[in-house]
């Protein structure tokens, strides 16, 4: 007598038969599909780890400051309660003052460097940064203009950027100011080929390997943060602009608008030829090509003849673009040591 082959199986294999009958009725759901492996070193895009800044180093350049730093400082104190950092600073770089600002930083909580003199706001930046601990640097002036409850939006939105910049959009000051930060800005974006809604905000969020690593190119004046904006933009770092609304100072500013105005544009076309010098080059020799031309045609039409006037503007059309091609290669090399550096 042949033997059941249904009793022939062990108890367990009765059950697993017995639920893979039930499965093919639709009685109960089928097994998901496991999902396949990733790549080795490649983490699935719902577990890649978003990077959170735990490290911050607070850079303020006063200078005779006492009426604004008080109040400032104690701002800071507030918002720095409710933000999450592992460490945290506050360096107060006192540009020669000649009141109370390095007794009054001290006694709001921060580290006090002083200047014995003025060496001017670009310097007072550049020692900051060389001094800050942390991985980020927050740049604010201390004149009180830059508030600091915009600090939680700006670190939310440094995730994923090297840079973000509180950008003021041609608002906030006195007129001529704005007229001229406008103009700044335009310049600055054709040269950069990027858009500028703030080219000379102060108040900015950046990477402190990056800071340390362009601190050599800033000036010591005001026109820091054109350089520093320009620099980021043109070595191919990403920089993020954050809106906000500048606030009244008191006190008299220390910027004066001829003299600072005019060395925006040099400090401009500085960068310029340092990281993109075809974007000047280039256009100058087109300009020289064209008027070559130009008065070449008029002369050949009106006097039948090739003046040396025509010869020299060509000649400068060719120079100007020569160089602007061995420009273009030193800025190569010379961009290749930053990115070693600035990570």
Not at 81 to 104: H, R, W
Not at 319 to 333: D, R, S, V, Y
Request: glycine share 10%.
């Amino acid at each position: 007598m042949s033997a059941d082959p249904e009793a022939l199986l062990s108890p367990v294999s009765q059950a697993e038969n017995a639920l893979v009958g039930l499965m093919a009725a639709g009685e109960l759901p089928l097994p998901k599909a496991e999902a396949a492996p990733a790549a080795p070193g490649v983490e699935p895009p719902d577990t890649v780890p978003v990077e959170r800044i735990t490290s911050l180093s607070i850079v303020m350049p006063a200078r005779n400051e006492e009426l604004n730093l008080p109040g400032l400082l104690a701002e800071i104190q507030e918002v720095l309660a409710g933000v999450d950092l592992e460490f945290c600073e506050v360096l107060v770089i006192d540009d020669g003052s000649t009141d109370k600002t390095p007794a009054i930083a001290r006694a709001g909580g921060a580290r006090a460097i002083t200047h014995p003199q003025s060496l001017g706001n670009g310097a007072a930046v550049k020692r900051g940064i060389r001094e800050a601990k942390g991985e980020w640097i927050l740049l604010l002036d201390g004149d009180g203009q830059h508030p600091p409850q915009e600090l939680p939006a700006m670190i939310a939105a440094a995730r994923g950027h090297d840079m973000v910049v509180a950008s003021r959009g041609g608002r906030g000051g006195a007129f001529h100011r704005n007229v001229a930060n406008q103009i700044y800005s335009r310049f600055a974006s054709y040269v950069s080929g990027k858009h500028i809604p703030d080219l000379t905000s102060g108040y900015r969020l950046v990477r402190a390997s990056i800071a340390k690593s362009l601190v050599f190119l800033l000036p010591n004046t005001f026109s820091y943060p054109t350089t520093i904006t320009m620099s980021m933009l043109r070595g191919g770092w990403s920089v993020a602009f954050h809106p906000f609304t500048v606030r009244e100072r008191q006190g008299k500013s220390h910027i004066r608008l001829v003299s600072d105005g005019s060395r925006f544009f040099l400090i401009i076309l500085r960068i310029a030829t340092m990281f993109a010098p075809l974007r000047v080059f280039l256009p100058t020799s087109f300009l020289f090509a064209v008027l070559g031309i130009g008065w070449y045609a008029f002369t050949y039409f009106t006097t039948g003849r090739f003046t040396n006037m025509a010869v020299t503007l060509l000649g400068q059309a060719t120079l100007m673009f020569a160089l602007g091609l061995i420009a273009e290669q030193i800025a190569a090399l010379r961009f290749q040591n930053l990115s070693r550096d600035g990570k």
